[in-house]
């Protein structure tokens, strides 16, 4: 069924044909007004409530513009997505510029308006706001039709980013809030979505984007080609990609842990690599040993391919857009290339809830190249923090404290952050801090989390209550004051660790028998139950409930009961398994047939 449900009333006129019960649309459920932001302090026009995004569609047809221009766009949005609490009468989508044509909801044609406000401290609200012909409630389907010539934002920290034009096509490049210059979409790292984007360009030019395209390639025969990609990962919209130009395009098979392989598809501007095609190809070929050398640290590699783009852009630096980091020129990707590919845990993987948690993904992304090069986190960070009087300005803005959208990309995040983590690690020891980061991928990959759920699980972990730590060390606006367990740990961890709680010690990896499974009929109104087998004897179990990928909100037991609103969508859910003796593990079943 598509469209809301609606609750029959006494005696309501309609019909019954092969026992469905068709009412009057008059008495269709009534609705709210889906708020216009998500809430984030930092971007409080941006992003939108009363619904979770599940896929976007992305449908685009490119032509070049005259030189300086990113060209233009015909475009076809369509929206996969669920009410999260009542029915809406209304709700917003971020789209700034562009000419919307056309809007329908669940195939009928739906009333829209448009919000353009100019930017002023903060960012202002760019929105097209639909009325459906009857309020959504459940799972519902947009569709919009709209193109134009796309605008570069200016941001107020003086970057830019969304539709940017280089010499041979054009870069589509989003952090943080770029993503509503080229599609309309829910502008907030909290509500990820996966994504089939398809791009229609003249033969001749190449088209990259996120996860894996569909093969084989266009070989720029004709007038026209379409390149499509499909990422099937969750992804939040400031990490969309799409890149038009001339490319040299790489492909190989990069090695992981455990004998795993996933296919590089490297796109470099042909002029780009002709100059520079050594040092290109020499950090290719280091792909393989800095993501084992990652998943080391933070476990499994969680995309399903990997690689670089390059391209020549005006922007002047690097981002972690997902599976695929994007550099501005043959350089940076020497200088920065750990630091992205970092990211592709912290940041792409798991993501920040709310901007003020951007700390939680560039702390570990200034940390861990330092650490994967052999030298001393310690005594690069600590030196940092001893050598930063405490009467500079840098500690006056602290990383989960910032109030101004400019300075949400500077030392605060980076540098503050990374020695966060190294004054976590001193204070909970090496053992604890390496589970730590390593457990917060695994528990999360897929989803949004912020400082409040790190702080739990770094509890949860070392036995200690960490309060005053996060409050001096991400809240307060001075300098913090460095942690003292003793002697600081050194690099390798020292001979005596301060001691690890009771629950702790010789902790071992819960194995891959410990499985669970779903048992009964994917129907509405019937009951899911977890079946797990295999677990450590005296297990304890946390679930989570996900309905197309999405978290399915207060479900959280091991039973679950299909409602109306999960009818198209397939089920599984992620089971916490927790063990004395033993580090957690997440386990998740295989995903139900499309519930009917």
Same mark, same amino acid.
């Given at each position: 069924m598509t469209g809301p449900w609606r609750r029959a009333a006494p005696w309501v006129a309609g019909s019954l044909a092969a026992g469905v019960l068709v009412l009057d649309p008059a008495y269709a459920a009534p609705g709210v007004a889906g708020p216009l932001t998500s809430g984030d302090t930092l971007f409080p026009n941006q992003g939108n409530g009363g619904?979770?995004?599940?896929?976007?569609?992305?449908?685009?047809?490119?032509?070049?513009?005259?030189?300086?221009?990113?060209?233009?766009? #015909?475009? @076809?949005? +369509?929206?996969?997505? !669920?009410?999260? /609490?009542? &029915?809406?009468?209304?709700?917003?989508? =971020?789209?700034?510029?562009?000419?919307?044509?056309?809007?329908?909801?669940?195939?009928?044609?739906?009333?829209?308006?448009?919000?353009?406000?100019?930017?002023?401290?903060?960012?202002?609200?760019?929105?097209?706001?639909?009325?459906?012909?009857?309020?959504? #409630?459940? @799972?519902? +389907?947009?569709?919009? !039709?709209?193109? /134009?010539? &796309?605008?570069?934002?200016?941001?107020? =920290?003086?970057?830019?980013?969304?539709?940017?034009?280089?010499?041979?096509?054009?870069?589509?490049?989003?952090?943080?809030?770029?993503?509503?210059?080229?599609?309309?979409?829910?502008?907030?790292?909290?509500?990820?979505?996966?994504?089939?984007?398809?791009? #229609?360009?003249?033969?001749?030019?190449?088209?990259?984007?996120? /996860?894996? &395209?569909?093969?084989?390639?266009?070989?720029?025969?004709?007038?026209?080609?379409?390149?499509?990609?499909?990422?099937?990962?969750?992804?939040?919209?400031?990490?969309?990609?799409?890149?038009?130009?001339?490319?040299?395009?790489?492909?190989?098979?990069?090695?992981?842990?455990?004998?795993?392989?996933?296919?590089?598809?490297?796109?470099?501007?042909?002029?780009?690599?002709?100059?520079?095609?050594?040092?290109?190809?020499?950090?290719?070929?280091?792909?393989?040993?800095?993501?084992?050398?990652?998943?080391?640290?933070?476990?499994?590699?969680?995309?399903?391919?990997?690689g670089i783009v390059v391209d020549q852009t005006f922007v002047g630096y690097a981002l972690e857009t997902q599976d695929r980091p994007t550099f501005p020129s043959a350089g940076s990707v020497g200088g920065t290339l750990v630091h992205e590919l970092t990211h592709q845990w912290y940041g792409d993987a798991v993501s920040p809830t709310v901007w003020n948690d951007l700390w939680i993904n560039e702390g570990m992304a200034t940390w861990a190249p330092v650490d994967l090069s052999g030298a001393s986190t310690y005594d690069e960070f600590h030196g940092e923090w001893a050598s930063t009087s405490a009467a500079s300005s840098r500690w006056k803005v602290p990383p989960a404290g910032i109030t101004d959208p400019a300075d949400l990309f500077g030392w605060q995040s980076y540098d503050r952050g990374a020695m966060t983590y190294e004054a976590l690690r001193t204070l909970i020891g090496d053992p604890a801090f390496r589970t730590l980061i390593k457990q917060w991928q695994l528990l999360n990959h897929g989803g949004s989390?912020?400082?409040?759920?790190?702080?739990?699980?770094?509890?949860?972990?070392?036995?200690?209550?960490?309060?005053?730590?996060?409050?001096?060390?991400?809240?307060?606006?001075?300098?913090?004051?460095?942690?003292?367990?003793?002697?600081?740990?050194?690099?390798?961890?020292?001979?005596?660790?301060?001691?690890?709680?009771?629950?702790?010690?010789?902790?071992?990896?819960?194995?891959?028998g410990c499985r669970v499974r779903l048992e009964g009929a994917a129907r509405v109104r019937h009951t899911l139950t977890v079946k797990v087998r295999g677990c450590p004897a005296g297990s304890t179990y946390g679930y989570r409930w996900l309905a197309g990928g999405t978290r399915i909100t207060g479900a959280t037991k091991r039973t679950y009961q299909i409602t109306r609103g999960k009818i198209g969508q397939r089920i599984r859910v992620e089971v916490t398994v927790r063990a004395s003796g033993y580090y957690n593990a997440v386990r998740t079943s295989k995903a139900t047939p499309k519930v009917r």
């Open positions: 619904y979770d995004v599940g896929h976007y569609d992305l449908d685009l047809a490119w032509d070049p513009g005259p030189p300086g221009s990113g060209g233009t766009i #015909d475009a @076809t949005a +369509t929206i996969s997505a !669920a009410t999260t /609490g009542q &029915p809406l009468s209304s709700f917003g989508l =971020d789209l700034q510029g562009l000419t919307v044509s056309s809007v329908s909801v669940d195939g009928a044609v739906a009333a829209f308006s448009r919000i353009d406000e100019p930017d002023g401290t903060l960012p202002g609200r760019h929105k097209l706001v639909v009325t459906p012909s009857t309020p959504v #409630d459940g @799972t519902f +389907t947009v569709v919009v !039709a709209y193109g /134009g010539e &796309p605008d570069i934002r200016h941001d107020t =920290d003086g970057s830019d980013e969304g539709w940017i034009p280089t010499a041979d096509g054009a870069t589509f490049m989003n952090q943080p809030i770029g993503s509503m210059t080229g599609f309309p979409n829910n502008n907030t790292p909290a509500d990820k979505a996966t994504y089939t984007i398809s791009v #229609d360009v003249p033969a001749g030019l190449e088209v990259v984007s996120n /996860g894996e &395209p569909t093969l084989p390639l266009p070989d720029g025969s004709g007038t026209r080609s379409v390149w499509r990609w499909t990422e099937a990962r969750p992804m939040a919209s400031e990490l969309v990609l799409v890149s038009i130009g001339q490319y040299e395009v790489k492909q190989s098979d990069v090695g992981l842990s455990g004998g795993r392989t996933v296919p590089e598809w490297s796109f470099i501007d042909s002029a780009i690599y002709a100059a520079d095609q050594t040092s290109i190809d020499d950090r290719r070929a280091e792909l393989s040993s800095i993501l084992t050398g990652l998943e080391a640290r933070l476990g499994p590699y969680p995309g399903q391919s990997t989390h912020g400082a409040a759920d790190l702080q739990a699980l770094a509890e949860q972990i070392s036995g200690l209550d960490l309060d005053a730590f996060f409050q001096d060390w991400i809240r307060d606006p001075d300098k913090p004051a460095w942690p003292t367990p003793g002697q600081p740990p050194t690099d390798p961890p020292p001979t005596n660790p301060p001691p690890q709680p009771p629950t702790q010690p010789a902790a071992l990896t819960i194995g891959p």
